[in-house]
C-alpha cells in the first residue's frame, strides 16, 4: 500500500478502541493512519463481550463476522457466593428480547486482528511493528506524531488529530502527567486458562461466573471460551495478594486463592493448565481530561475500570465511537479544539461511574438479590446496568435506592445493639 504523506488522523494503537475510532473516522471520508507497535495477534485480557457492544460492532459492520465466528455465545451471568451457591442466570433476552442479548466471549488475540483487519478493510492504513516515540506539539495544539519502524529509522507524520488508544502505556496522558490512580479500587489479578474444567451446557455454557473468595475478599472470574478452554482469574486487594509475601511465585498466590473460592475450585478439579500465569496490579485509573487541542485519548488510554462485570471491551468500543463522533463532527465545524474533540466526556464518565459505583458495592459486600428483594422495581435497571447500558439518567434510581437500604439496614442494626 503506498504511504500516506498528509493523513488527517493520526492513530495511535490497533486495540478495540483505535481501531473502533479509525474505522469510523475512515468511513466518513477522512484519511486515517494507524500505528500499532505490536504484530497481530498478540495476547490481551479482557475476553467477556457485554450485550451493549452490539450497537458499536453494528456501526463497525463486524455482526456479520461475529455471528459466523466460532466464539462461545454468552447469553447470561452468575454469581456465585463465598459458600459455593450459584445464583440463576441473568438472561439478557429476558429483559430486553432482541439480537443484541446474545453476545460472545472472545480469544482477544483474535478478536482484536478481526477489528484491526476491519479497519483496513474501511480504508484505514494500518501499520504494525511501528513504535510512536511521541506526540509532536506546536505549543498546546497536537501536529503529529514521531514513529520510529523496526530498522531504526525515524519519522514525523503530520495530521490534525492525534487519536491516543496506546493502551496501559498512554502517551499523552504520561507526558502530560494526566493520570489520577483509583484511590478506592487499588486492586491486583493473576490469571491462567485451564482445559478440561467444568463447562455447563445449552443456553448457559457461555455464561460469565463471578465467584466470590472467602469473606468476599476477592473473587474469580470463570470465562469458558472456544477450544475447551477457560478463563480463571483471581481478582482481590493489591495488598493481600502481592505485596508483603517473602517471594512472588504466581501459582502457589493463585492456588492459595483457589482454596478459598469453592465455587472454582470444584469446576477446576483434574483439569490442565493451559498458560503460563499472569498477574496485573494496580489498574483502576482516569486522565484528568480526555481531549485538548488537536488531540483525544480513547479506551485505556483515558481509563481503565475494574473488569468485574466485563465492561473494559465495552468502554474502549464505546469511547472510540464517541470520540470518532467528536472528529468528524470537529471537522465539518472547522473547530478541532479540546472542547469540542472532548465534548463527549462529561456523559461517559457518568456512565463509566455508575458502572464503578456497581463495582464498589459488590466489594463493600452489597447483596443485589437482598436489594431487589426489597425494590423489585429495579431488577430491569440493575440487568442494564450488567449489559453495560449505562449512559440513561433513570438509572441513577438504583443507587438512590441502594443508599437507602443501606441507611436502613444500619438503623435496624443500631436498634437491634441498643
Same mark, same amino acid.
Given at each position: 500500500?503506498?504511504?500516506?504523506?498528509?493523513?488527517?488522523?493520526?492513530?495511535?494503537?490497533?486495540?478495540?478502541?483505535?481501531?473502533?475510532?479509525?474505522?469510523?473516522?475512515?468511513? #466518513?471520508?477522512?484519511?486515517?493512519?494507524?500505528?500499532?507497535?505490536?504484530?497481530?495477534?498478540?495476547?490481551?485480557?479482557?475476553?467477556?463481550?457485554?450485550?451493549?457492544?452490539?450497537?458499536?460492532?453494528?456501526?463497525?459492520?463486524?455482526?456479520?463476522?461475529?455471528?459466523? #465466528?466460532?466464539?462461545?455465545?454468552?447469553?447470561?451471568?452468575?454469581?456465585?457466593?463465598?459458600?459455593?451457591?450459584?445464583?440463576?442466570?441473568?438472561?439478557?433476552?429476558?429483559?430486553?428480547?432482541?439480537?443484541?442479548?446474545?453476545?460472545?466471549?472472545?480469544?482477544?488475540?483474535?478478536?482484536?486482528?478481526?477489528?484491526?483487519?476491519?479497519?483496513?478493510?474501511?480504508?484505514?492504513?494500518?501499520?504494525?511493528?511501528?513504535?510512536?516515540?511521541?506526540?509532536?506539539?506546536?505549543?498546546?495544539?497536537?501536529?503529529?506524531?514521531?514513529?520510529?519502524?523496526?530498522?531504526?529509522?525515524?519519522?514525523?507524520?503530520?495530521?490534525?488529530?492525534?487519536?491516543?488508544?496506546?493502551?496501559?502505556?498512554?502517551?499523552?496522558?504520561?507526558?502530560?502527567?494526566?493520570?489520577?490512580?483509583?484511590?478506592?479500587?487499588?486492586?491486583?489479578?493473576?490469571?491462567?486458562? /485451564?482445559?478440561?474444567?467444568?463447562?455447563?451446557?445449552?443456553?448457559?455454557?457461555?455464561?460469565?461466573?463471578?465467584?466470590?473468595?472467602?469473606?468476599?475478599?476477592?473473587?474469580? /472470574?470463570?470465562?469458558?471460551?472456544?477450544?475447551?478452554?477457560?478463563?480463571?482469574?483471581?481478582?482481590?486487594?493489591?495488598?493481600?495478594?502481592?505485596?508483603?509475601?517473602?517471594?512472588?511465585?504466581?501459582?502457589?498466590?493463585?492456588?492459595?486463592?483457589?482454596?478459598?473460592?469453592?465455587?472454582?475450585?470444584?469446576?477446576?478439579?483434574?483439569?490442565?493448565?493451559?498458560?503460563?500465569?499472569?498477574?496485573?496490579?494496580?489498574? #483502576?485509573?482516569?486522565?484528568?481530561?480526555?481531549?485538548?487541542?488537536?488531540?483525544?485519548?480513547?479506551?485505556?488510554?483515558?481509563?481503565?475500570?475494574?473488569?468485574?462485570?466485563?465492561?473494559?471491551?465495552?468502554?474502549?468500543?464505546?469511547?472510540?465511537?464517541?470520540?470518532?463522533?467528536?472528529?468528524?463532527?470537529?471537522?465539518?465545524?472547522?473547530?478541532?479544539?479540546?472542547?469540542?474533540?472532548?465534548?463527549?466526556?462529561?456523559?461517559?464518565?457518568?456512565?463509566?461511574?455508575?458502572?464503578?459505583?456497581?463495582?464498589?458495592?459488590?466489594?463493600?459486600?452489597?447483596?443485589?438479590?437482598?436489594?431487589?428483594?426489597?425494590?423489585?422495581?429495579?431488577?430491569?435497571?440493575?440487568?442494564?446496568?450488567?449489559?453495560?447500558?449505562?449512559?440513561?439518567?433513570?438509572?441513577?434510581?438504583?443507587?438512590?435506592?441502594?443508599?437507602?437500604?443501606?441507611?436502613?439496614?444500619?438503623?435496624?442494626?443500631?436498634?437491634?445493639?441498643?
Amino acid at each position: 500500500m503506498v504511504a500516506l504523506e498528509h493523513p488527517e488522523v493520526v492513530v495511535i494503537g490497533g486495540g478495540p478502541s483505535g481501531s473502533t475510532a479509525a474505522t469510523l473516522i475512515a468511513q #466518513s471520508g477522512r484519511r486515517v493512519r494507524l500505528f500499532e507497535r505490536d504484530h497481530f495477534p498478540r495476547f490481551h485480557i479482557g475476553e467477556s463481550l457485554i450485550p451493549e457492544t452490539y450497537w458499536v460492532m453494528e456501526r463497525l459492520g463486524m455482526l456479520p463476522k461475529m455471528k459466523g #465466528s466460532h466464539y462461545v455465545k454468552k447469553y447470561s451471568v452468575q454469581f456465585i457466593n463465598e459458600h459455593g451457591k450459584l445464583s440463576a442466570p441473568f438472561y439478557f433476552v429476558e429483559h430486553k428480547p432482541q439480537d443484541s442479548s446474545q453476545t460472545w466471549q472472545v480469544m482477544r488475540s483474535e478478536f482484536d486482528r478481526m477489528l484491526l483487519d476491519n479497519a483496513r478493510d474501511h480504508g484505514v492504513q494500518v501499520e504494525e511493528g511501528v513504535r510512536v516515540l511521541e506526540v509532536v506539539f506546536e505549543g498546546s495544539r497536537a501536529v503529529g506524531v514521531r514513529i520510529q519502524r523496526e530498522d531504526g529509522t525515524e519519522e514525523m507524520v503530520p495530521c490534525q488529530v492525534v487519536v491516543d488508544a496506546s493502551g496501559q502505556s498512554t502517551v499523552i496522558q504520561s507526558r502530560m502527567n494526566l493520570r489520577k490512580w483509583d484511590a478506592d479500587l487499588k486492586k491486583a489479578a493473576v490469571w491462567t486458562y /485451564w482445559e478440561g474444567a467444568y463447562r455447563d451446557v445449552g443456553r448457559d455454557e457461555g455464561a460469565t461466573i463471578v465467584a466470590a473468595t472467602a469473606g468476599k475478599k476477592g473473587w474469580f /472470574w470463570y470465562i469458558p471460551l472456544h477450544d475447551d478452554l477457560i478463563s480463571v482469574g483471581i481478582v482481590t486487594d493489591a495488598k493481600q495478594l502481592l505485596k508483603n509475601r517473602e517471594n512472588t511465585d504466581l501459582e502457589a498466590i493463585y492456588n492459595e486463592q483457589v482454596e478459598l473460592c469453592p465455587g472454582v475450585k470444584s469446576r477446576i478439579a483434574g483439569a490442565r493448565r493451559a498458560g503460563p500465569f499472569r498477574v496485573a496490579k494496580e489498574y #483502576s485509573y482516569r486522565a484528568s481530561q480526555a481531549a485538548g487541542d488537536g488531540w483525544v485519548l480513547v479506551g485505556d488510554a483515558f481509563a481503565f475500570l475494574d473488569p468485574l462485570y466485563s465492561s473494559g471491551v465495552l468502554l474502549a468500543l464505546k469511547s472510540g465511537q464517541l470520540a470518532a463522533d467528536a472528529v468528524i463532527d470537529g471537522f465539518a465545524k472547522g473547530d478541532l479544539s479540546g472542547s469540542q474533540l472532548g465534548c463527549w466526556e462529561p456523559d461517559y464518565v457518568v456512565g463509566m461511574n455508575r458502572m464503578r459505583r456497581l463495582v464498589l458495592e459488590y466489594y463493600d459486600g452489597l447483596s443485589f438479590g437482598a436489594v431487589i428483594r426489597r425494590y423489585p422495581h429495579l431488577q430491569g435497571l440493575i440487568t442494564d446496568l450488567l449489559i453495560g447500558d449505562l449512559f440513561r439518567p433513570e438509572l441513577d434510581e438504583v443507587f438512590r435506592c441502594i443508599d437507602e437500604f443501606k441507611r436502613s439496614n444500619s438503623a435496624e442494626a443500631e436498634m437491634a445493639m441498643s
